[in-house]
T-cell receptor, first 109, second 112 residues
């Protein structure tokens, strides 16, 4: 089935630096969702993007959906230690959901 | 207080034993899912169910079984046929057609 490829696998930043994770698909996506999983926790829904070229912001987080609806990105401005965790993109596939492998973010104070 | 509950949080079993993981939701969601997560890895779909008394295999269904006798409940049995059962198991639910998934806290299964 469809799969989204997510990069990078790991990202280590100094607090205050920016962070970006990318998801790419070989096929057009109907929509894409983003989740955050804190260490030891469970994934929590962040946002869903539906429209081509859509950009949504949540405080320091900016989510983009590509014009061709084949890629998406999550950008965090001025990371904080509370941003630590793994960020997953996910795309609906018929009646189920397919998750990217995730990007694990660590932030050095 | 609406949500998804999974029990127990930690579970230890001896090799060769079947074990059933509980997942209950009071969100009135139609669809429920089971995922497996290995250390440092993403989520892999085991089984999902869109309605009561119906379920479909995901990518890694071998060695697992499920039932959906009630809308609120979707238990997962890890059988002795599962060759490497030690993992973190996550249950999720969603309103049919909406897509946003709500996850339970997960069960960490260790097979000794």
């Amino acid at each position: 089935g469809q799969q989204v490829m997510q990069i990078p696998q790991y990202q280590h930043v100094q607090e205050g630096e920016d962070f970006t994770t990318y998801c790419n698909s070989s096929t057009t996506l109907s929509n894409i969702q983003w989740y955050k999983q804190r260490p030891g926790g469970h994934p929590v829904f962040l946002i869903q993007l539906v429209k081509s070229g859509e950009v949504k912001k949540q405080k320091r987080l900016t989510f983009q959906f590509g014009e061709a609806k084949k890629n998406s990105s999550l950008h965090i401005t001025a990371t904080q230690t509370t941003d630590v965790g793994t960020y997953f993109c996910a795309e609906p596939n018929n009646n189920d959901m397919r998750f990217g492998a995730g990007t694990r973010l660590t932030v050095k104070p | 207080d609406g949500g998804i509950t999974q029990s127990p949080k930690y579970l230890f079993r001896k090799e060769g034993q079947n074990v059933t993981l509980s997942c209950e939701q009071n969100l009135n969601h139609d669809a429920m899912y089971w995922y497996r997560q290995d250390p440092g890895q993403g989520l892999r779909l085991i089984y999902y169910s869109q309605i009561v008394n119906d379920f479909q295999k995901g990518d890694i269904a071998e060695g697992y079984s499920v039932s959906r006798e009630k809308k609120e409940s979707f238990p997962l049995t890890v059988t002795s046929a599962q060759k490497n059962p030690t993992a973190f198991y996550l249950c999720a639910s969603t309103i049919q057609g909406r897509g946003e998934q709500f996850f339970g806290p997960g069960t960490r299964l260790t097979v000794l």
